[in-house]
């Protein structure tokens, strides 16, 4: 019998190609990813992988089993989750994790609403941003995961996952108090203007320039931060314009003007992340409900 634990580190090695990256990605240490895949090797009695120097590669038998893995692991997902249905009552553990401005805006809402409709239900809270937190579905360390992925630049369907959208949010240009412009602006009217553009967020930073490459014009970037209240304050003392999520403006300064973007008009899409077959496990889908209500309480 195949451990579903080994499949799931063959597959993310599969999708990675080094056994350094599928340990960050799966909370092993490396060594602890080497023995594992030992193991699985010793249980199919054939060998699955070739070293090439830092890397590895995936023998004919390798390649098999990660063909079958993603079925295999999906179906029993599905069976835990048909298991757990039938004690009739929400309980245990459920791990959860948010990019930061979700967190901040509606997952306290929904934690507890949560904790009152199933007292018996514990979820716990990670902080992750989206690609670490697909990795972590994926790999089963996470039950759900808020995640987004802009307009302009979609994400690649994991077979791993499922994703069911949340919610659609505007891109909004941040601008300073005192400069005139239109409800709706088109970018094309800031081509002239400084940039405050994110560091780490390379996504937002890509949307940035495919948007801007779009209208004509490459954005002429001054300042990056990775802290959503430094953008606004340089926004407010007139040092340039930003590009933000609409979610990330709520709590900050009003200090700056905040309007639509057209031409291109920008959009990011918040999406729930389960594992492919478990989105009906008891613990998942009644978090994934307070998590809806609490996004459509708060007008998200």
Do not use: K
């Amino acid at each position: 019998m195949l451990e579903p634990r080994r499949l799931r580190l063959l597959r993310e090695l599969a999708n990675r190609g080094t056994i350094a990256a599928t340990a960050q990605a799966c909370g092993y240490t490396p060594s602890g990813v080497s023995q594992q895949l030992a193991l699985l090797e010793r249980e199919v009695r054939m060998p699955l992988l070739v070293r090439e120097g830092r890397r590895v590669a995936l023998t004919e038998a390798a390649r098999v089993l990660v063909d079958h893995a993603e079925r295999v692991l999906a179906e029993l997902e599905a069976a835990e989750a048909a298991l757990a249905g039938l004690a009739g009552s929400v309980r245990g553990t459920a791990r959860l994790a948010a990019f930061p401005t979700a967190a901040a805006a509606f997952v306290p809402a929904a934690i507890a609403r949560c904790r009152t409709e199933h007292p018996d239900l514990r979820v716990i809270l990670s902080e992750l941003e989206t690609d670490e937190a697909v990795a972590a579905v994926r790999s089963g360390r996470i039950d759900l995961a808020l995640v987004y992925e802009y307009a302009l630049l979609p994400r690649v369907a994991d077979p791993g996952v499922d994703v069911g959208p949340l919610f659609t949010e505007p891109l909004l240009a941040a601008l300073p108090r005192g400069r005139d412009a239109p409800e709706q602006v088109p970018l094309t009217i800031l081509r002239d203007d400084a940039w405050i553009a994110p560091h780490s967020d390379t996504a937002l930073r890509a949307v940035l320039d495919r948007a801007c490459g779009l209208a004509g014009f490459a954005p002429d970037i001054d300042y990056v931060s990775d802290d959503y209240t430094v953008i606004v304050a340089l926004v407010a003392a007139g040092l340039g314009v930003a590009l933000l999520p609409r979610l990330a403006t709520e709590a900050l300064s009003a200090e700056v003007q905040l309007r639509p973007v057209v031409d291109p008009a920008l959009t990011r899409t918040v999406s729930l992340v389960t594992r492919a077959g478990g989105r009906a496990h008891p613990t998942v889908a009644a978090l994934a409900r307070c998590l809806r209500e609490a996004a459509r309480d708060h007008g998200s």
